[in-house]
């Protein structure tokens, strides 16, 4: 297998960051959200998530998306780089209205946090919960007619917590596991298609030669069909396997020079793992943090 391979998962995410990046430009939508400076009210750093699916609802963010009430229009949007991915489309927390189409406020706690819900006139965008430092700065500014009577008082004034709770640390968790786990779903869907159409052989471990496997660095599996030899590097490195060391391959039909050896799938599970751990540690990471300080 060629080195690059290895590098497969980075690539995803430089390519879904790039046209995330497109796609908002083409929107009109900025990179890097500001907080207006005539805005009537205005806070970053905020929490929330949307109430649309049970997805956007476990998800949600964590300190990172930035609330503001600006010449009659509510604006919720994620901070750089949590906009980016594609993640405010998915998770539903990219929101630009008129004010007038907010047809409740509604003060509500958990057992994690005290939130506002916000929901919207008939064809708006689903209900949302953000949790803000001062409420009653944000009724000032969206307008006390839209309040309704919940389990608790509008906060006023609330210290914000320090706002130095892993932002970048999440957001590459969060794009990384995104784009391992992608790579790793297409790596066994190709593992399955090599198993399903594919022919079983055993191969021999021998050295790479740079002529002929245009490399010097990963192990090099040989296997004959037909009387013709054939070579596939292997995803382990000098070092990892001894030469004259048998493992089984799958080799197509139609073109025997295209090999897959059985241990590539323990490599993509391993990168569905870190990848489903990587996005576990971002959804709920900023959860624990804010319990532990």
Not at 31 to 59: H, Q, T, V, Y
Not at 106 to 113: A, G, H, I, N
Request: hydrophobic share 45%; aromatic share 12%; proline share 6%.
């Amino acid at each position: 297998m060629p080195q690059w391979i290895f590098f497969t998962p980075f690539l995803w995410i430089l390519g879904f960051v790039v046209v995330s990046i497109w796609y908002r430009r083409s929107k009109g939508e900025p990179i890097f959200p500001r907080l207006p400076d005539d805005a009537e009210f205005g806070e970053k750093g905020c929490s929330g998530r949307s109430l649309k699916s049970p997805l956007s609802k476990i998800g949600g963010a964590s300190r990172c998306i930035l609330v503001a009430v600006r010449k009659g229009k509510l604006i919720i949007t994620p901070q750089f780089p949590f906009n980016l991915m594609f993640l405010p489309e998915i998770y539903g927390l990219d929101i630009k209205v008129p004010v007038g189409a907010v047809a409740s406020v509604k003060p509500v706690s958990s057992l994690f946090q005290k939130a506002l819900r916000i929901e919207f006139t008939r064809g708006g965008p689903a209900p949302v919960e953000v949790v803000l430092h001062d409420e009653k700065a944000f009724e000032r500014a969206i307008g006390s007619r839209v309040t309704v009577p919940g389990d608790r008082e509008l906060k006023e004034n609330a210290s914000p917590r320090k706002n130095r709770t892993f932002l970048f640390a999440r957001a590459f968790f969060a794009i990384w596991g995104a784009g391992a786990l992608f790579a790793a779903i297409t790596g066994l869907q190709d593992d399955q298609r090599f198993r399903r159409d594919g022919i079983a052989t055993m191969a021999t471990y021998v050295n790479p030669e740079q002529s002929l496997d245009h490399q010097s660095k990963m192990g090099v599996l040989q296997y004959e069909v037909d009387g013709v030899v054939y070579r596939v590097n292997s995803i382990y490195g000098n070092g990892l396997f001894e030469v004259g060391e048998q493992e089984k391959v799958y080799y197509l039909r139609s073109n025997p020079q295209e090999a897959r050896q059985v241990s590539y799938s323990n490599f993509n599970m391993l990168w569905l793992v870190l990848g489903a751990i990587g996005l576990s540690v971002s959804i709920f990471g900023g959860m624990v943090a804010k319990r532990i300080w």
